[in-house]
């Protein structure tokens, strides 16, 4: 969906290394999210944040965090990168009185 | 331990016939439950959905049957076509003031042979 823009869209980097993953998204929509999809899993929620003010853990938060600089950006970093995070990442936008989610199309980061 | 576990993993079927994917729940305060339908290289993509006052909703070729009483949901795609081919993940959501909160089923790849 090209109104949810991810960046970068690939990223190979080192074990311990810091890392941010950017989403920004043009449909005006108040709620955003990050997820991380792995073979067999499905998607798995990170971190949603509901407005500007409002950020809230998911399923699996452990080892990242998140910053909503603004209503249309959201990003996504990893302090210190470990292999096991190694995956498929996913943010995704909705409107406020909910309705179906919005994906962008991915950044598949490798860490080595 | 993953709250909608779906089935297969993988489905290859041949053009015109008929793919099947089934998924279960346990939890029964999910009031939705949408497929979302992902190409390679690309973000998932809501499919069709349903709620669950209702047994069966059709668009075109993709049919989602829904049994309340034993928390299962199937997805049937009727004359399948090779462009069908693409990875299916069914989901289950938690009302609005839950944040919109989607969890999935673990996706089937599906292949359909010309």
């Known amino acids: 969906d090209a109104d949810v823009t991810q960046t970068p869209r690939n990223r190979i980097t080192k074990t311990g290394k810091r890392i941010m993953l950017e989403c920004s998204q043009t449909k005006g929509h108040d709620r955003m999210y990050w997820y991380r999809q792995d073979p067999g899993l499905g998607l798995r929620l990170i971190y949603y944040s509901f407005d500007v003010k409002d950020i809230n853990k998911g399923e699996i938060s452990d080892g990242y965090s998140v910053s909503r600089q603004a209503q249309a950006k959201f990003s996504l970093s990893l302090e210190s990168a470990i292999p096991n995070q190694t995956a498929l990442y996913f943010c995704?936008?909705?409107?406020?009185?909910?309705?179906?989610?919005?994906f962008g199309d991915g950044t598949r980061l490798s860490i080595l | 331990q993953q709250q909608v576990k779906q089935s297969p993993q993988s489905l290859i079927v041949q053009k015109g016939g008929i793919s099947i994917i089934n998924c279960a729940y346990e939890?029964?305060?999910?009031?939705?439950f949408p497929w979302y339908q992902q190409f390679p290289g690309k973000g998932p993509a809501l499919l069709i959905a349903?709620?669950?006052?209702?047994s069966e909703k059709k668009e075109g070729r993709f049919t989602i049957s829904f049994n309340k009483s034993a928390k299962q949901f199937s997805l049937h795609i009727m004359d399948s076509q090779p462009g069908d081919s693409a990875t299916y993940f069914c989901a289950a959501f938690r009302g609005y003031n839950a944040g919109n909160m989607l969890t999935f089923g673990g996706g089937t790849r599906l292949m359909v042979k010309p």
């Open positions: 995704a936008t909705s409107g406020p009185k909910g309705g179906p989610q919005h």
């Open positions: 349903i709620r669950p006052d209702v």
């Open positions: 939890n029964t305060a999910f009031d939705y």
